[in-house]
């Protein structure tokens, strides 16, 4: 299938969620082949990082504001997602109610 016809999702990863030992780049690779095999294109990985101002979440949410004809985020595991994160996206319900996350199932993973 042509990227041309594939819905766009966004990856968001929280460098801090990651699996103990589990390098970034092993995450980003996760996200990219869950994309490729259920069907979307994947744009923009947005990774916040410890210790990192602004928040690579904050920018995810922009990015969804401007109305990027994105079709949802997609990410490692759902401990990505903080609580903060989840409230933030509840307290803007109306900005977002075409926003679908997907969790790329862990059952992915390379060995």
């Known amino acids: ?3 041309r016809f594939r ?7 929280c460098e801090g969620a990651l699996d103990e030992g ?7 690779t996760r996200l990219e082949h869950f994309a490729r095999s259920e069907g979307f294109t ?6 916040d990082r410890r210790h ?5 979440f904050d ?5 969804f504001r401007r109305g990027d004809e994105a079709w949802g985020i ?21 900005d977002y109610t075409s926003l679908t996350v997907l969790v ?8």
Request: no cysteine; aromatic share 4%; net charge negative.
């Open 1 to 3: 299938m042509s990227d």
């Open 7 to 13: 819905p766009l999702v966004f990856g968001y990863i």
């Open 22 to 28: 589990e390098p970034l780049t092993s995450a980003e």
């Open 42 to 47: 994947l744009g923009t990985i947005f990774i």
């Open 52 to 56: 990192a101002v602004p928040s690579a």
């Open 59 to 63: 920018a995810l949410m922009q990015q």
């Open 74 to 94: 997609v990410i490692p595991d759902i401990g990505h997602l903080s609580d903060a994160n989840r409230r933030a996206m509840s307290a803007s319900q109306e």
């Open 104 to 111: 790329a199932n862990a059952s992915l993973r390379s060995p």
